[in-house]
């Protein structure tokens, strides 16, 4: 997930003998491996896979020294980004002349390592975005009128009017990363699945997955809903009989949601519990739906009848 670290562990494999491959178990102490990133879907981009020792905030994207017992390295990786890119390690120290994880027998005929390129292992990182925001629509310079979400505080019971029952109204959708200010919510599932919706009123100032956005990026759509189903409710008022009203709007593709806002309607007076996220999955992984409370939806008019007392 974008902007989430997670635990890895590096093994440093010695040359294959008779006895097949093997952990170099002499290759230890503090080594300094180099990083490099190479876009894979998109082919660009500003975001560099990212490692840092375990326990520390000291992000690296260039070079890191790491600590080996018997082989093998634990770290933490993260990627400030969505899409697929390759990381590769290599231990720049690591020669033909000098490096552990060369058999001794090996070192004495340097045809058998004529095609070696050193200490190198390569590996593909996956990443979605945490989540999306719903924000104002004004900064994509839509030129319409209709009001932005932002504005939506209204209830059943209080609050700011936002707009009448059907009438249009505007939010960017933007996907964003995971924070440290994440941690704690229990809504992410080991295998990086989202596991419950996120509250995203407050997350419109937080840094996008603007690779989410290329065109050369995993394919997705993306989608307004509201509860629905025999049972569904408004957010307010959440009484008996309440209907849940009709959100009418249209998915807009990865590539669109840079460009262009929503554009919806709530056929009913109140407020709903607006949500957004990806139709299906991302790269194989559920991501977290957002949900903004947002109303103050109100008649359009009243219809005044004559009556007649006899």
Known sequence: MAGKPVDIAITALACPSEKGQMVA?????????????????????????????????????????????????????????????????????????????????????????????GLTGSQTIKARPYTFALCDADNLGSGQQEKSIQA????????????????????????????????????????????????????????????????????????LTIPAGDNAKPHSPNVAGARPGVLTRSPLTHEEIATQPFYASWSEVGSIQLRAGVQGTYLGMKVNIAIALSGGFTRSSWLWCRVKVA
């Open 152 to 223: 939506a505080t209204g209830t059943a019971n209080n609050g700011n009017a936002f707009v009448a029952a059907g009438e249009r109204f505007a939010t960017r959708v933007k996907p964003v990363i995971w924070t440290e200010s994440d941690a704690g919510k229990d809504n992410i599932a080991p295998n990086g699945d989202a596991t419950k919706l996120v509250d995203t009123r407050h997350l419109c100032e937080r840094m996008e997955t603007t690779n989410f956005y290329h065109a050369q990026a995993p394919a997705a759509k993306v989608q």
């Open 25 to 117: 178990t002499e290759y230890q102490g503090n080594r300094t491996l180099t990083l490099e990133t190479v876009y894979d879907s998109p082919s660009t981009g500003s975001q560099r896979i990212q490692l840092a020792k375990p326990n520390s905030t000291e992000w690296q994207s260039h070079q890191l020294s790491v600590h080996f017992e018997a082989g093998k390295a634990s770290a933490q990786l993260r990627y400030l980004d969505a899409g697929t890119a390759r990381l590769t390690l290599k231990d720049e120290q690591c020669t033909t002349s000098d490096c552990a994880v060369i058999p001794v027998a090996q070192r004495m005929y340097a045809r058998a390592l004529a095609d070696w390129q």
